[in-house]
């Protein structure tokens, strides 16, 4: 309360009722060390409901994370380790960045999704929680996480994934920013997690709303013991309670929800709680003393695992290495060999040399695992002969489940596949990837920009990248979606212009470490350009985000075409025609302007000449974005409007996005310099 | 078949399948006249699954709704009406664009919430049923719509709203693209929206998978006329197939889903179904005379309904004139005159402003209607005094629930509340909005993009529309979402610089009618111009798009410096201290880019100078986009990372978003031009 009313501002009223819950969890329940916050052994806790960070703020304090007092005073202000939502990687203990509700909980699905695949890799025939490698994860969500729909189709994926390893509390207090939310919830929230084949339990603490509120701990203490019991279902318990309780005059309110309570309420719950009303921030030495034994208590259980850890590790073997390369995200020396080479002069879509890429390399690299959103098929997102990660109960005609398999099957749910992406990425060292149209991307755009946020090594692959895809018409048909996803900051957005470029761009999104990319794919054949011929680039340039695909005739030329993914090699035919017609013209393939830009202006000049300014971009999608790369002389052939369903070399002549095109705004933007 | 046959890709199986179900609605249950596709008394029908397009074509043939046999011949190709998904507007019968799953179910959510809304404005004291106002909305929904996030969110909404015109049945024939359901969809999915309080029938033609397939029509229109006669909740008939039954080999296959069947399975399934296996095409002279009989026995439903509409209109008097203005979107004269002007020298924030416009609406226009996802509060959208659309046992302490309300509370789910929205728009004239923060329009852009595509009047009010809203820290805060909506094609939006733009800006929304319109409004507040000021330019310019906001002190100025809400007053001060230094400069407040590409060459040269190349952008946002508007020579004032959680005056300091960064700039930019 003292901390939301220094800020002026926050979310007083969860964090005083969730405060017992909170306290339970890391005091008494959490495998945890506050002195090593990415110990492989911790359970994983996740705030949902971000809006409530002071919940975990001041147990990371009291328990010893490095928070202080001066940091719950700081909260919310320039620099503090208290920001307004928990930021991961900002704050130790804060697993995951949250705020943007239902994430947190279906990243927490991801999570133990990835600590089944992970215990598969390295510790698999060890029995039911007897592995260093077995823990739980923890979810604490609101009324809010409940209500977005990313929950929904990720808590159906923990139901048919049976996660034993999953324990949702759901703090149901019936109050959001719009107060009562009887307004907008009105649905059986237990007999929905019912129908996902959840574990569900009920507690409440308001007593039906009648008699006294009991915050009856030990009841949920059994009731979370009940929950890890149940090791073949995720389980959640829908707590009941009442928001900013104790408050005498704004707990159950929409007030107390956003909105810093006032001096006078937080005074008057001081002297109700037995607490001087007129002290701020006040913790008494005992009380401290006490909650930061947990240190002691966890070094103790840290050194226990550690035991169990040195036991698996000596009759480990190789299992031993992939685990200090995972955990590191090493990639093993040498791994690049195992990428294809593509032959030139055949034809092959980049979904389909993405997906050789992947089966090249699914026993070089184990930590990759994927899979689609119900477009296996259409994304070659699968490994063959990889198992599914799956139940054995659910094998199917098609598909082979096993618990640690790797080819994961999201359904028709984009945003809980982004989210869990996330959740995977966040847990360990692993190297997830996921599937699905260019055009659906918008469908998992917040899962996605959380992973920017806490650049996280996911990998898209965005297929039917554009018109091109055809019949399936402008619903389909990605137009703005490039210009889009190369908004989101941190967000490395590749579309390779043949097959050799897209085995450079997965060797190139591997390499890194430290952010996501999406990886925009053809769904119609591309040629396999033949770079032995003179004056053409190797697909290495690829890493560089842009180089010189074929030179001009001229040292210097005249126009310089730009073109990405299946456009390039339409800037390869209007360079044949323009220099035919003895324009000296030169085509860069730009597959990731993230990349270039990283590059130094030398290299930038070296590819995009600064004195030519007779340029022409040339990309199936919207011109916007490419002004500052064209420049004021330069042209743009692109399309501007939603597209339409008919073969796509139909749409390609009729959007005018043809060779002859560009051959045209290559000579509008050399006559606009004269 | 055979028209996936000759298209060569595309969705055969559910469109065999579901042949008899769309024929008993087509045929037998609904409420139409194929001779007047958009009779206001029609029921509605929605094809949730677009990719089994089929099932509606041949419906709209066989009814008589204008597609012929060619028309199914030129399935998915360029120019036909009959596009790989169903596009509204392009073939008449087709209420809504669908294909994106799950977006036709949660849209229909909409257009029975907006059919009691418009009952509610037209005939409010009719008994049940008996006005020429009611009428049902049906769906087809598919595994895949089932899965999406999206429709949890919405029939969560319409559970709350016991939507009882609402009649949803669900192929559930466990087949998806990537074959047997089981591997992704496991739920109970009648028990979830049994939880959500939908009334829930189960039909299993399969008869538990044991025994002979079933087609019992007859029981599903028995379901189907018990599920309208529970008028309380939305009803949902759980209807378990076999997709591309009754073909031979494909039937209950992936490959069914999403590929052509081949030759010899279409003829094998002709010759099973007694049809000549040579014959493409073929319909039966008496078939469709039969079927097309469907006109006559609609023209005289249609009659017998102009007699009850006739006789409401006699006695409805001003609800007719309402009626009439509502349907055809006509604003009434002199409506401007109701909004307000705001007081130079004071100080308010956009979303206030805005607040204030539609308080001051409320009475002028009651076609004008909406709410917010939770922040209703923070997004300053409700009409005082006006009540809830929602059954009068939700009434809370904070709204007054009505079934025929008017402030529309979607809880914490943006992606239904942009899917409604959209229904509500397709359903009839009125004029709905609904807000958000900008950051989370990511959640609803499936269906923002989907308004775009279908040109629908909706409203999406996002305030807290960048780094000014302070503590809640970067994941709250808007970077890329301006860019990234600024590139869907057709949607305006819209970033007013104070209190009388704001006006402005609803003024110019609510006159459009073919296109949607996202606002971007302020949680700070913002000074109100003093336009009466020499060299300033009035609010009206908004509607242009970009205006000259302050002249410069010369007749032709050295710089222009161009701003978007929040920024214009840093654009202002900016001018002020260049003014001073002998610069002369001009600020263009630029609120919609696309209302200004509009405009013709000639007005747009006079706002932004072709002669003057100094040009300076300020928006607290991504420079990505503006390059083509400052040039070359041209810089941008911007932020190119995620923000971070503090005051915001600490932010705006702290990432350059000052006027000393914008004169820096300027000057910047007229050296480069030396």
């Known amino acids: 309360m003292d901390a939301v009313q220094r800020a002026g501002n926050g979310h007083p009223g969860t964090a005083m009722s969730l405060a017992p819950v909170a306290y339970l969890l890391f005091q008494k329940m959490l495998r ?26 001041i147990q990371l304090y009291l328990a010893g994370y490095g928070l202080e007092l001066d940091d719950l005073k700081a909260l919310r202000k320039w620099g503090s380790k208290t920001p307004g939502h928990p930021e991961h990687g900002h704050t130790a203990g804060v697993e995951m960045t949250t705020g943007p509700l239902g994430q947190g909980l279906s990243s927490a699905v991801g999570m133990a999704m990835a600590a089944r ?44 994934q049976e996660l034993g390893n999953l324990v949702v509390i759901y703090d149901q207090n019936h109050i959001s920013i719009e107060d009562d939310t009887a307004i907008a919830l009105g649905e059986d929230t237990a007999q929905r997690y019912e129908s996902y084949g959840w574990h569900v339990q009920t507690i409440d603490w308001t007593n039906g709303g009648e008699g006294e509120y009991t915050e009856d701990v030990a009841g949920l203490h059994a009731a979370i013991e009940a929950a890890k019991a149940e090791t073949s279902k995720p389980s959640i318990i829908v707590l009941r309670t009442i928001i900013a309780y104790p408050a005498p005059n704004l707990q159950n309110t929409g007030k107390s929800h956003g909105s810093a309570l006032g001096d006078s309420e937080v005074k008057a719950t001081k002297e109700l709680l037995g607490f001087d009303p007129e002290a701020d921030f006040a913790v008494a030495d005992d009380v401290i003393a006490h909650t930061r034994g947990l240190r002691e208590r966890a070094k103790a259980d840290h050194a226990a695992w550690q035991q169990e850890f040195d036991a698996w590790r000596a009759g480990a073997g190789e299992r031993a290495e992939l685990f200090d390369r995972i955990r590191t995200r090493t990639l093993p020396a040498g791994w690049e060999q195992a990428l294809p080479v593509f032959e030139a002069g055949t034809s092959i879509a980049s979904r389909k040399a993405s997906g050789e890429v992947l089966n090249a390399l699914a026993s070089t690299l184990p930590e990759l695992w994927g899979g689609s959103a119900d477009l296996a098929e259409s994304n070659l997102t699968s490994m063959k002969g990889e198992p599914s990660f799956l139940p054995e109960s659910r094998t ?48 998992m755009r917040p899962a996605v920009r959380l992973a920017a946020i806490m650049k996280l090594p996911v990998t898209y692959v965005w297929t039917h990248d554009s018109i091109g895809l055809g019949e399936d018409g402008p619903t389909h048909q990605p137009i703005e979606h490039l210009a889009a996803l190369r908004a989101i900051p941190g967000l490395d957005v590749v579309r390779p212009g043949d097959a050799n470029e897209t085995a450079w761009a997965w060797r190139t999104i591997l390499g890194h470490t430290d952010r996501p990319a ?63 017609e003895g324009v000296p013209t030169r085509v860069v393939s730009m597959p990731c302007r993230e990349w ?15 004195q030519v300014k007779a340029r022409v971009s040339v990309e199936a999608a919207l011109a916007f974005g490419w002004e500052g790369i064209v420049g004021d002389a330069g042209r743009s052939v692109s399309i501007e409007h939603f597209g339409a369903s008919a073969d796509y070399q139909d749409l390609y002549r009729e959007f005018g996005l043809t060779d002859t095109a560009v051959v045209t705004a290559a000579k509008e933007s050399l006559a606009g310099l004269q």
């Open 32 to 57: 945890q060390d506050p002195a090593d916050p990415d110990w492989a052994g911790r359970d994983r806790f996740v705030l949902s409901c971000g809006h409530s960070s002071l919940t975990l703020y």
């Open 117 to 160: 695949r992970e215990r598969g890799l390295f510790d698999p025939d060890a029995a039911p929680g007897t592995s260093p490698f077995d823990h739980h994860v923890y979810v604490l969500a609101s009324d809010g996480d409940i209500e977005e729909g990313v929950t929904s189709e990720a808590s159906a994926i923990a139901g048919v």
């Open 396 to 443: 199917t005609k098609t598909w082979e489940g096993n618990l640690y398999g790797r080819t994961l099957h999201f359904g028709i749910r984009e945003h809980a596949m982004g989210a869990i992406l996330n959740g995977i990425a966040l847990h360990g060292g692993t190297r997830p990837y996921g599937g699905t149209f260019l055009v659906f991307s918008d469908y």
């Open 518 to 580: 999406g990886l925009a794919l053809s769904r119609q054949n591309l040629p396999t350009f033949d770079r032995s011929q003179d004056g053409w680039g190797d697909a290495s340039g690829v890493a560089k985000g842009a180089y010189t695909l074929v030179e001009s005739s001229a040292a210097t030329p005249q126009v310089i075409l730009i073109g990405t993914g299946s456009e390039v090699q339409i800037a390869v035919a209007a360079r044949e025609k323009l220099e035919a």
């Open 596 to 610: 270039f830009f990283e590059q130094d202006q030398a290299y930038r000049d070296t590819v995009l000449l600064p």
